[in-house]
């Protein structure tokens, strides 16, 4: 495994903490058009190729959306803080069936998401989003994580899902116009219970609450083995940077 480097880290996750400070400070929308261009930071396409039986590689990509992994140590702690919070606030999955999450959602129940939300980004802000030498200490910059949120619908093809199981390659591709692009090469895992399936649900589940049709669902998590600046710059165009 290998770590991210600095430069893709202030690209995404210093990008991230420095995000969620302006929207607790009322900043955020101030320029509503570039927040919904820097969302790609955490918006990248999957990537994954198997080879089909008459030797053709086939190959598929997805956008998730990709969080940051602490250190395992600290794990069981953040989970239970994220976990008391979710419980606290009403959006456990108990609670959820009748709030009526996606579309179904009413306007109150938006309005009370909006509001869960805003007090989420605190929690995160204070529990996963550090300055340099903290994060150094408590996050683990070898890892990227994600759920699997194709393979909760019946009929559909999941096809991430089903090319995991042939191959544990992936890619992570961002890109956030014009010109930011870096490809993440990682080795895959996929966990369906442990300290990072429970880490990867609570992280996502303190921003969106609970969903009782989520709450079971595989997560991937990625090992970072290569980086790579795909910029449309003088240092980019595939230059390696670990």
Known sequence: MARLPDEFLNYAYYWRKKWAK???EGKGMENPHKLLIDTTRILPALC????NSDGAIATNAK???AGFVPKEK????????FKEYIVKEGMDASKTVEFGRHELASKEDKEKLRNYQRKSLKLLHETIYFEKEASEEKMDFTK???????????????HAWN????????????FTPPVLSYEIRCGLEIHTEGPYF?????????YFGEDPSEIHLPVYIFNVEEVFDNSATPRGYGRKIV
Do not use: N, W
């Not at 994954?48 to 080879?51: A, D, G, I, K, P």
């Not at 090319?163 to 961002?174: E, P, V």
């Not at 429970?198 to 303190?206: E, L, M, N, P, S």
């Open 144 to 158: 990227l994580c994600t759920i699997e949120l194709g393979k909760q619908y019946p009929g559909k093809v999941a």
């Open 163 to 174: 090319f995991a199981q042939k191959s544990r390659k992936a890619t992570l591709l961002y």
């Open 74 to 81: 600290y794990i069981k702690e953040i989970v239970k803080i």
């Open 48 to 51: 994954s190729s198997q080879m």
């Open 22 to 24: 302006e929207m607790l």
């Open 63 to 65: 956008i998730i959306g």
């Open 198 to 206: 429970d880490f990867t649900h609570a992280v996502h589940d303190v």
